[in-house]
T-cell receptor
Framework: DGGITQSPKYLFRKEGQNVTLSCEQN?????MYWYRQDPGQGLRLIYY???????QKGDIAEGYSVSREKKESFPLTVTSAQKNPTAFYLC?????????????FGPGTRLTVL | AQSVTQLDSQVPVFEEAPVELRCNYS??????LFWYVQYPNQGLQLLLK??????LVKGINGFEAEFNKSQTSFHLRKPSVHISDTAEYFC???????????FGAGTRLFVKA
């Protein structure tokens, strides 16, 4: 079955550590996205990638980094510079980056800072 | 700048009753409109979308939404809800010709027996 996988499902980070969240899709989609979800705030865009080897900052990119070396993979690193990283992180993809295309979401990773 | 307002943060309703989840948007240009559903601890999945044409859009699980350009609204409706409809619902807007999607804050639907 085609879809998006995210791992791990739960992740615990000590202060000062960098952690990497995995996102893989087998839908052959060009565009991929990372969102952060906090209670009562909807989804906020962290980074997006329109095509392989290209990515752009979203609204809340500070303290995060990404790479897009393969079409199917878009990992997100939460660095120690992100002061409040506890949240639910969602990865998504769409056929192309134009707005008429719906996004397909992974099951999410819940990150907790200890 | 575009924005999305979901007017109710929580909507409790009894099983088999009708429900309407309200969504208003602000944009100076044409938009594409979406409703997504999120079940607990899961990702979002598309319920329905409006791109153009008929203003009444039908989606999965018996949901429908009506685009009202004059009122800049895209309210989601279901004539008879089930316990399994308990979830969080997100309205989303993308500018035509653009790519960035703005999500509303979400509405939690609680269906009670």
């Amino acid at each position: 079955d085609g879809g998006i996988t995210q791992s791990p499902k739960y992740l615990f980070r000590k202060e000062g550590q960098n952690v990497t969240l995995s996102c893989e899709q087998n839908l052959n989609h060009d565009a991929m996205y990372w969102y952060r979800q906090d209670p009562g705030q909807g989804l906020r865009l962290i980074y997006y990638s329109q095509i392989v080897n290209d990515f752009q900052k979203g609204d809340i990119a500070e303290g995060y980094s990404v790479s897009r070396e393969k079409k199917e993979s878009f990992p997100l690193t939460v660095t120690s510079a992100q002061k409040n990283p506890t949240a639910f992180y969602l990865c998504a993809s769409s056929i192309q980056w134009t707005g008429e295309n719906e996004q397909f979401f992974g099951p999410g990773t819940r990150l907790t800072v200890l | 700048a575009q924005s999305v307002t979901q007017l109710d943060s929580q909507v409790p309703v009894f099983e088999e009753a009708p429900v309407e989840l309200r969504c208003n948007y602000s944009s100076s240009v044409s938009v594409y409109l979406f409703w997504y559903v999120q079940y607990p601890n899961q990702g979002l999945q598309l319920l329905l979308k409006y791109l153009s044409g008929s203003t009444l859009v039908k989606g999965i699980n018996g949901f429908e939404a009506e685009f009202n350009k004059s009122q800049t609204s895209f309210h989601l409706r279901k004539p008879s809800v089930h316990i399994s409809d308990t979830a969080e619902y997100f309205c989303a807007v993308t500018l035509t010709g653009g790519f960035k999607t703005i999500f509303g804050a979400g509405t939690r639907l609680f269906v009670k027996a």
